[in-house]
């Protein structure tokens, strides 16, 4: 009677509007059951007189394309570090915030670690090659607790999400704006992109993230590595739907100031200063400065860990 319900909800969308609409079936791992559910659901609505076509394409929800996909909680990006600290596993297949961001429905696939555990061991998830290895590295018990619990969530949240969306249509209320600042490090900065976005959700804010770029990392100085580090982590600020700014400074906290004035920042979210002696010193008289000027401005600081 629920996936019926379900199928029934989902037809109604389709039926109602002249956009495509875009489902999205989230589990917490491979095996629980996600594109089971999906085909299922495709024969329910090719009865009901639905074209289905099942295949890998891009969905263009403008030309009316229906979509039911489903993805495991590791390949969604803003989860991608929570992920590796529970399982020790850096996931590099990731969807992007903004496809999880379209859809117009979020439903969870859930079964206990112990039903998941049973269907590996029966040969029902991989082949039985695979089974032993699976059981002693990703699909452990304590991972799966986690996961499930981090699926649960994050599809919490989504529903809760597009509920306070519907409430709020047509309300011209502006929303926060967060603001990350980066340096060209790889993981301090990697920390920062990702919780911004994070604290973006859950504030249904948009955010954008800063690199300034001083004399000493200009185009012909900086290192090959840093550089790699930043096109990485700019690129995975994109990938989680942030606007991305890159200003040429030497006066960062100036150039900080500016930009939020210029995009009504609300927010703006750096990572903890280095702690060698001298750029402790260095960092303690910009961090005062600018911490003094955005209290003026009523903006919040948050320092990352």
């Not at 570090?81 to 696939?109: F, K, M, W, Y």
């Not at 061991?121 to 991972?143: E, H, M, P």
């Not at 954008?208 to 982590?233: F, K």
Request: glycine letters at 4%.
């Amino acid at each position: 009677m629920e996936k019926q319900d379900s199928v029934q909800r989902f037809l109604e969308l389709i039926r109602s509007s002249h956009r495509g609409k875009f489902k999205i079936y989230i589990g917490m791992s491979a095996g629980v059951g996600k594109t089971y559910r999906m085909l299922q659901e495709a024969h329910q609505l090719l009865d009901a007189g639905v074209d289905v076509c099942i295949g890998y394409v891009e969905t263009i929800l403008e030309a009316r394309i229906r979509g039911i996909s489903a993805v495991n909680s590791q390949h969604i990006a803003r989860l991608n570090d929570a992920v590796e600290q529970i399982t020790g596993v850096e996931v590099r297949e990731r969807i992007p915030d903004s496809v999880l961001a379209t859809a117009d429905e979020v439903v969870n696939i859930d079964l206990t670690a112990d039903e998941l555990i049973g269907r590996l061991k029966a040969g029902k998830v991989y082949r039985s090659d695979k089974i032993a290895a699976a059981l002693n590295n990703f699909f452990t018990q304590d991972n799966l607790l986690q996961l499930r619990e981090l699926a649960l969530k994050e599809v919490a949240m989504r529903v809760g999400k597009k509920v306070e969306n519907q409430v709020a249509e047509g309300d011209k209320a502006l929303h926060d704006r967060i603001l990350a600042v980066i340096d060209s490090s790889e993981k301090r900065a990697r920390r920062v992109i990702r919780k911004t976005a994070r604290m973006a959700t859950h504030l249904n804010a948009l955010f954008t993230v800063l690199y300034i770029q001083s004399d000493r990392e200009a185009s012909d100085r900086i290192p090959l590595a840093r550089q790699r580090y930043l096109i990485n982590n700019l690129d995975l600020a994109a990938e989680l739907g942030g606007e991305i700014r890159r200003i040429h400074s030497n006066a960062p906290v100036a150039a900080i100031i500016k930009l939020c004035e210029e995009q009504k920042i609300s927010i703006v979210c750096i990572a903890r200063p280095e702690f060698s002696l001298f750029s402790l010193l260095k960092n303690a008289i910009d961090l005062r400065r600018l911490l003094g000027k955005l209290s003026r401005m009523n903006i919040d600081l948050f320092i990352m860990s």
